[in-house]
């Protein structure tokens, strides 16, 4: 397996600084050499599919600067032949933990959220844009909602149109009680 082959060569960096990941369970462990060579939030359908999410931010590294330190046996694989892609999982949690290119040979991806610490990089860069989804949260201000303490939300647009001074609602129904114009 290229993960074996690749954990008994890799060398360390310059900087000498290692950030570590692992899955949600645990079981999996990952290691990269800071700092990582990017970052990028991914709004693909393979992804969002994958993670379950909007989108996914994934940290791209050097493969030669990527270690499995912990449970290399409980990596599961899929491969995409449409995308031409892999994809890595833990067996035992389902954590999404790498995602490899078929035309990038030496890069692999990792989900940035497997990342505790900071691995050098700022995903200010969006993949497949044209796909982001209109239920995506994009930024809009949040208040907190009354009664759920932690839980905030996005205010709906107010639909209210201008009242006339004259205009009364009554059992649900617009009625104008503006004065009648007086013909002379």
Request: hydrophobic share 35%; aromatic share 10%; charged share 30%.
């Amino acid at each position: 397996m290229k993960w074996q082959r690749l954990n008994e060569r890799a060398g360390s960096n310059r900087s000498g600084r290692h950030v570590s990941g692992r899955c949600l369970c645990g079981a999996v462990e990952l290691e990269i050499d800071f700092p990582a060579f990017w970052a990028w939030h991914d709004h693909s359908v393979a992804s969002r599919r994958a993670h379950g999410a909007a989108y996914a931010t994934y940290i791209g590294c050097w493969r030669k600067h990527t270690r499995v330190v912990k449970g290399l046996r409980g990596i599961t694989r899929f491969e995409d032949l449409k995308t031409e892609s892999t994809r890595s999982f833990c067996s035992r949690c389902g954590a999404p933990l790498l995602y490899e290119r078929k035309d990038s040979p030496h890069m692999v991806n990792i989900p940035r959220a497997l990342f505790t610490d900071r691995t050098g990089r700022e995903p200010r860069y969006h993949v497949a844009i044209e796909e982001l989804q209109d239920w995506t949260y994009t930024g809009h201000r949040l208040v907190p909602l009354k009664g759920y303490p932690g839980i905030v939300w996005e205010r709906p647009k107010s639909r209210r149109r201008p009242r006339s001074v004259y205009d009364v609602e009554f059992l649900d129904r617009r009625v104008s009680s503006a004065p009648a114009p007086i013909v002379r």
